[in-house]
């Protein structure tokens, strides 16, 4: 398979992963979520790394699942739960994780960061959850983790209207730990990862756990609901249509 990530490492404990798929837009593919979970497994084991750095390119960081993804999500032939695990991959990732949002993150790549331990995102690029519109509902834990991390009434209307929000219309809703102009997204998330990285590991460690706790509590809950909840949507007449229709839109 292609590879649609780059790993580098800057001897100082920081390691960046960036997602690099042009061609389908960055997009959940079947490729780019086993190297994702492949990845992982292997930094996971390193005790070098002190801190995972999550980019995409310019303009997109995760645009969520492909179109074929998501129809073999309909069909049933691709099970939901292999992305509700790559979810609990991240959260449970033994060091920092932080996601540098330089381009959109929409549906799945919104969650991708929810599942981020601090994140940093654009002040001109988008950000939403846009299952409904498409027929479903959330997937891959977005449907708890997005009001643990904006409160309810924030997490109902981007879950309902589907809207897609610049970043600074999100500054103030907590969703991100910082909104900055695009071309200074990366810089400051490096920023944050340099000051994790003089910390001893085992403190980064200990802290990790603990503070991913709560999401990992709340991800069990997702991945008993969620895609029963799917099941539901894909099984209504027409709901093949409208994917195709609203895909892209």
Not at 64 to 90: C, H, I, N, P, W
Not at 163 to 184: C, H, S, T
Not at 193 to 208: H, M, N, S, T
Request: glycine share 8%; charged share 20%.
């Amino acid at each position: 398979m292609p590879d649609v990530l780059q790993v580098t490492a800057d001897g100082s404990g920081i390691v960046r992963v960036a997602i690099c798929d042009p061609e389908r837009e960055n997009r959940l593919s079947y490729d780019l979520v086993d190297q994702l979970m492949a990845t992982l497994d292997k930094l996971a084991g390193d005790e070098s790394v002190k801190v995972l750095l999550v980019t995409g390119t310019r303009e997109i960081w995760c645009a969520g699942g492909t179109l074929q993804m998501l129809k073999e999500m309909a069909s049933g032939v691709y099970d939901e739960r292999r992305l509700l695990a790559l979810s609990d991959r991240l959260l449970s990732f033994p060091v920092p994780v932080i996601g540098a949002l330089e381009g959109h993150a929409v549906g799945g790549g919104l969650a991708l960061a929810l599942c981020c331990d601090l994140t940093v995102a654009a002040e001109n690029r988008r950000y939403a959850v846009n299952s409904a519109s498409m027929g479903f509902t959330p997937a891959m834990g977005l449907s708890v983790l997005l009001p643990a991390a904006v409160g309810h009434h924030v997490a109902a209307e981007m879950i309902f209207t589907g809207k897609y929000y610049k970043g600074r219309e999100l500054a103030d809703r907590r969703l991100f730990n910082a909104v900055v102009p695009a071309d200074e997204v990366l810089a400051h998330a490096t920023d944050l990862a340099e000051q994790i990285a003089e910390k001893p590991r085992y403190v980064l460690e200990l802290l990790k756990e603990t503070l991913a706790l709560p999401k990992r509590h709340l991800l069990q809950d997702a991945i008993a609901r969620e895609p029963l909840m799917n099941r539901v949507c894909f099984a209504q007449p027409g709901s093949d249509a409208l994917l195709d229709q609203t895909y892209l839109n």
